[in-house]
């Protein structure tokens, strides 16, 4: 048996897995309170972006788009970055933050976004809106490198780089979830809680679930302030949960002030979930209480129901961002499933060493494949030419044609997922995520026997 690293072998790609950096900096910003992005490219960048934010929420967001068109791409268009600032500003009284997010366009043109924010802080902020709390940032991500995910560990890192600010010691941790959902931040802030621990949350987007309330409709936005970034040089330490969102902010403030850095593992899962508790623990000086030994008790009889007779031996795909991905794989060889294949979808060439993969690689008792810089077309590919054989398939929802041609039952997970209502209710980090995977994976199989008119030997009943 054999686990083989490997990049995908075509230079093309079909059917990406991640969308461009932009997006990630746009969903960074959009965690912030009293913050709107200007993206400075075509209308597009914006558009497309939010409607897939809308199409996973089922929310709306405002981010502002500089609005370049063809007489720009060709002259330069800063002039459109300083009239979308002015606007933005005007219709906009409480924003306090404007991230100016770079593009492949913009970046190709050579727009200086730098010297830009420069020039409006000396010129339009002091003479239009003196007094006004105003904090321009500028945050380059051209999409011809990276994805999504490098744009968000971008943004992250650019956030806390301007706002960190050495004070007084703070017995607050910073507590960094990356590309989290609502559901996520709760499940990890009733950890928090029940440890009695205090942090700065980056980032607060439990409001992204947006309620409809009778004093009037709660903007789906995060909430996490310009006080709180500051306060991150202050900390007594940073748990970043993710490697790669996030892992940069966490280095920084390591580097710049002194503030210990614990970069990962993502806690998926019951083993990881107990990493994340001791690295707590050994933080703080907190104990871990009762009730979060009894959250672990409910995911362990979850899990020691299904686990044995149901899915044992089951053949997973997984592709989704590389932290959710890699931690997924954990998490069903923790269960005796076999991850036979697993797609990691960028440029990112730090993946095939990551220690987790490594640990992936040494552990695995049957034949894996672990792609990088992946496409939904590898999936497709070892299916229908490679003769794949899969029980299994989890992922985000541009991997559902392949489930459907395939006939393989698919657990949506990661982002972005529009074809299951209220996804993003639902964690898959900490000991509550354990169990609702589990028995998420354990009813798709279910419902795939349905489907198949498939008898109950296929459940090891009798």
């Given at each position: 048996?054999?686990?083989?690293?490997?990049?995908?072998?075509?230079?093309?790609?079909?059917?990406?897995?991640f969308?461009?950096?932009p997006?990630g900096?746009?969903?960074?910003s959009?965690?912030?309170?009293?913050?709107?992005?200007?993206?400075?490219?075509?209308q597009?960048c914006?558009?497309?972006?939010r409607?897939?934010?809308?199409?996973h929420?089922?929310?709306?967001?405002?981010?502002?788009?500089?609005?370049?068109?063809e007489?720009?791409?060709?002259f330069?268009?800063?002039?459109?970055?300083?009239?979308?600032?002015?606007v933005?500003?005007?219709?906009?009284?409480?924003?306090?933050?404007?991230?100016?997010?770079?593009t492949?366009?913009?970046e190709?043109?050579?727009?200086?976004?730098d010297?830009?924010?420069?020039?409006?802080?000396?010129?339009?902020?002091?003479e239009?809106?003196?007094?006004?709390?105003?904090?321009?940032?500028?945050?380059?991500?051209?999409?011809?490198?990276?994805s999504?995910?490098?744009?968000?560990d971008?943004a992250?890192r650019?956030?806390?780089?301007?706002?960190?600010?050495?004070?007084?010691?703070?017995?607050?941790?910073?507590?960094?979830t990356?590309?989290?959902?609502?559901?996520?931040?709760?499940?990890?802030?009733?950890?928090l809680t029940?440890?009695?621990?205090?942090?700065n949350v980056?980032?607060?987007i439990?409001?992204?679930d947006?309620?409809?309330?009778?004093?009037g409709?709660?903007?789906?936005h995060?909430?996490?302030?310009?006080e709180?970034?500051?306060d991150?040089?202050?900390?007594?330490?940073?748990?970043?949960?993710n490697?790669?969102?996030?892992?940069?902010?966490?280095?920084?403030?390591?580097?710049?002030?002194?503030?210990?850095?614990?970069?990962?593992?993502?806690?998926?899962g019951?083993?990881?979930?107990?990493t994340?508790?001791?690295?707590?623990?050994?933080?703080?000086?907190?104990?871990?209480?009762?009730?979060?030994?009894r959250?672990?008790?409910?995911?362990?009889?979850?899990?020691?129901?299904?686990?044995?007779?149901f899915?044992?031996?089951k053949?997973?795909?997984?592709?989704a961002?590389?932290?959710?991905?890699i931690?997924?794989?954990?998490?069903?060889?923790?269960?005796?499933?076999l991850?036979?294949?697993?797609?990691?979808?960028?440029?990112?060439?730090?993946?095939?060493?990551?220690?987790?993969?490594?640990?992936?690689?040494?552990?695995?008792?049957?034949?894996?494949?672990?792609?990088?810089?992946a496409?939904?077309?590898v999936?497709?590919?070892?299916l229908?030419?490679?003769?794949?054989?899969?029980d299994?398939?989890l992922?985000?929802?541009?991997?559902?044609?392949v489930?459907?041609d395939?006939?393989?039952?698919?657990?949506?997970?990661?982002?972005?997922?529009y074809?299951?209502a209220?996804?993003?209710?639902?964690?898959?980090v900490?000991?509550?995520?354990?169990?609702?995977?589990?028995?998420?994976?354990?009813?798709?199989?279910?419902?795939?026997?349905?489907?198949?008119?498939?008898?109950?030997?296929?459940?090891?009943?009798?």
């Open positions: 048996m054999a686990c083989e690293i490997k990049e995908k072998e075509r230079v093309g790609v079909i059917n990406p897995i969308t461009c950096q997006c900096a746009q969903y960074a959009i965690g912030i309170k009293n913050c709107i992005g200007i993206v400075h490219g075509g597009g914006v558009m497309f972006v409607l897939v934010f809308s199409q929420f089922k929310e709306s967001f405002e981010i502002a788009s500089s609005s370049v068109h007489d720009g791409a060709v330069g268009a800063l002039n459109r970055v300083e009239e979308a600032v002015d933005l500003l005007m219709r906009y009284p409480d924003v306090k933050v404007v991230p100016i997010i770079s492949c366009s913009t190709v043109i050579g727009d200086d976004i010297g830009a924010v420069l020039k409006l802080n000396n010129g339009l902020l002091k239009k809106y003196p007094g006004r709390e105003v904090y321009l940032i500028p945050i380059h991500t051209p999409s011809f490198v990276g999504m995910i490098s744009g968000y971008v992250l650019e956030f806390v780089s301007y706002f960190a600010r050495k004070g007084e010691p703070s017995d607050k941790i910073n507590f960094i990356g590309w989290a959902n609502p559901g996520d931040v709760t499940e990890l802030k009733h950890i029940e440890m009695d621990i205090e942090a980056l980032f607060e439990e409001n992204f947006a309620p409809l309330m009778p004093s409709n709660t903007v789906a995060g909430d996490t302030t310009v709180v970034l500051r991150t040089a202050n900390a007594k330490g940073t748990v970043a949960l490697r790669f969102e996030g892992g940069q902010a966490a280095a920084f403030l390591e580097r710049e002030f002194g503030v210990p850095a614990v970069i990962g593992p993502s806690p998926i019951v083993r990881n979930t107990d994340l508790l001791k690295r707590l623990s050994d933080m703080t000086g907190k104990p871990i209480p009762e009730s979060l030994v959250d672990r008790g409910i995911a362990l009889d979850a899990i020691s129901d299904l686990t044995h007779m899915l044992a031996d053949r997973v795909a997984i592709y961002n590389p932290d959710l991905a931690g997924l794989a954990q998490f069903c060889m923790d269960l005796e499933m991850p036979v294949l697993l797609l990691l979808g960028d440029d990112n060439v730090g993946y095939a060493t990551d220690p987790r993969v490594l640990e992936l690689k040494e552990h695995a008792w049957f034949d894996m494949e672990i792609v990088t810089n496409d939904l077309w999936l497709e590919d070892r229908k030419n490679k003769g794949l054989e899969l299994l398939i992922g985000h929802s541009k991997g559902r044609f489930s459907i395939y006939g393989v039952p698919m657990v949506r997970v990661g982002f972005p997922v074809d299951r209220g996804a993003y209710r639902y964690p898959v900490g000991y509550g995520g354990a169990t609702a995977l589990a028995e998420s994976m354990a009813n798709a199989l279910f419902t795939d026997m349905e489907y198949k008119k498939c008898k109950e030997w296929v459940l090891n009943v009798w």
